[in-house]
């Protein structure tokens, strides 16, 4: 199992550009979500979905939609890129969200600077 | 009052040594906590779940205090490779459901030679 990969690795944005992060998970998880990680701040979550056809807001959706049209893929979309919306992305998935004997598997994450 | 607060370290600690890290978190409600560790500038990975009879993994012992919401890790005999930034995590509530998790800052941790 290649487990949850995350596309691109690192990217350069400039203020206003859209983009699309990629994110698959290979162990048929019905939970997927997007967190950012800032300096100080923790991961926070962005955005997340229980199942295929089914998303909802996390902690911080402003600028950012999402879409779960396959179990396997769950990108997250940019609009328009803002410089606050440099941060490191991870994309994680789950069996089951919050049991106590889930883990959450994360993607190596994607480095986003906005110019 | 944050969801989710951990020490703010950084702990800076002899090998062999034993070091404790400290968690509190807000919600009463919540019902799965867990310790995950992160390497520097890599993804975060489950370290142990939490129960609330206290568990251990080899060096590592988590405790759970439901009434005080309050949850530790105690790592013993510390070794190089225990350096990593440990993240408290509870589950929360956003949106329609209670199965996300809310994730500490975080406490970095350098065990030195």
């Known amino acids: 199992n290649a487990g949850v990969t995350q596309t691109p690795k690192f990217q350069v944005l400039k203020t206003g550009q859209s983009m699309t992060l990629q994110c698959a998970q290979d162990?048929?998880?019905?939970?997927m979500s997007w967190y950012r990680q800032d300096p100080g701040m923790g991961l926070r979550l962005i955005h997340y979905?229980?199942?295929?056809?089914?998303?909802d807001q996390g902690e911080v959706p402003n600028g950012y939609n999402v879409s779960r049209s396959t179990t396997e893929d769950f990108p997250l979309r940019l609009l328009s890129a803002a410089p606050s919306q440099t941060s490191v992305y991870f994309c994680?998935?789950?069996?089951?969200?919050?049991?106590?004997?889930?883990?959450?598997?994360f993607g190596p994450g994607t480095r986003l600077t906005v110019l | 009052r944050k969801e989710v607060e951990q020490d703010p370290g950084p702990f800076n600690v002899p090998e062999g040594a034993t070091v404790a890290f400290n968690c509190t978190y807000s919600?009463?409600?919540?019902?799965?906590f867990f310790w995950y560790r992160q390497d520097c500038r890599k993804e975060p990975k489950l370290l142990m779940s939490?129960?609330?009879s206290g568990n251990e993994d080899g060096r590592f012992t988590a405790q759970l205090n439901r009434a005080s919401q309050y949850i530790s890790l105690l790592i013993r005999d510390s070794k190089l490779s225990d350096s990593a930034t440990y993240l408290c995590?509870?589950?929360?509530?956003?949106?329609?459901?209670?199965?996300?998790?809310?994730f500490g800052k975080g406490t970095k941790l350098s065990v030195k030679p």
């Open positions: 994680a998935s789950s069996y089951w969200p919050g049991g106590v004997t889930d883990t959450q598997y």
């Open positions: 162990m048929n998880h019905e939970y």
């Open positions: 979905s229980v199942g295929a056809g089914i998303t």
């Open positions: 919600n009463s409600a919540s019902q799965s």
């Open positions: 939490v129960y609330s």
């Open positions: 995590v509870v589950n929360g509530r956003y949106g329609g459901s209670q199965g996300n998790l809310i």
